[in-house]
């Protein structure tokens, strides 16, 4: 009699400790370890509150938002990076604005320090310091791996 009770407090315990311990996790605001190299952006800004002239939704295109008003060193060393992705780089734009291509609302709230990530929904979602520019490409890389496999 006792055995079939030690299976059944066995039983109970592999199915609630799971549970018991996600609920840990999830009160003490764990996250995990990230592996983007970017920051999160706390708001949920698109294109279309930024640009001008935002591009199409038709496609899946990931987003880079290069704010620079002349030539700026980091478009060639943008477009290096992006060549690596091979064919994959069909599935990114790069978009160098200038203050003059960006809202009113663009302009007070993208940094000209700053390089962007928006996904394909053209939601912008991560940013970059200017020179976080092989960060950017490789966490490029991971968002399109997945596209691999289809």
Request: proline content about 5%.
């Amino acid at each position: 009699m006792k055995t079939n009770h030690y299976k059944l407090y066995l039983i109970a315990t592999l199915f609630t400790l799971p549970a018991f311990m996600a609920l840990v996790l999830n009160l003490s605001h764990y996250t995990g370890k990230l592996q983007n190299q970017g920051t999160w952006l706390e708001n949920e800004t698109t294109l279309t509150e930024i640009m001008l002239t935002p591009p199409q939704k038709d496609q899946y295109y990931w987003h880079i938002i290069l704010p620079c008003e002349n030539q700026c060193p980091e478009h060639s060393l943008m477009k290096a990076g992006l060549s690596t992705l091979n064919t994959k780089s069909q599935m990114a734009q790069l978009h160098t604005l200038s203050s003059d291509q960006l809202t009113l609302y663009g302009q007070d709230h993208i940094s000209t320090n700053l390089i962007y990530l928006a996904d394909p929904q053209q939601i912008l979602t991560l940013k970059y310091q200017r020179s976080q520019i092989s960060d950017l490409i490789q966490d490029l890389k991971r968002l399109l791996k997945p596209m691999e496999k289809r």
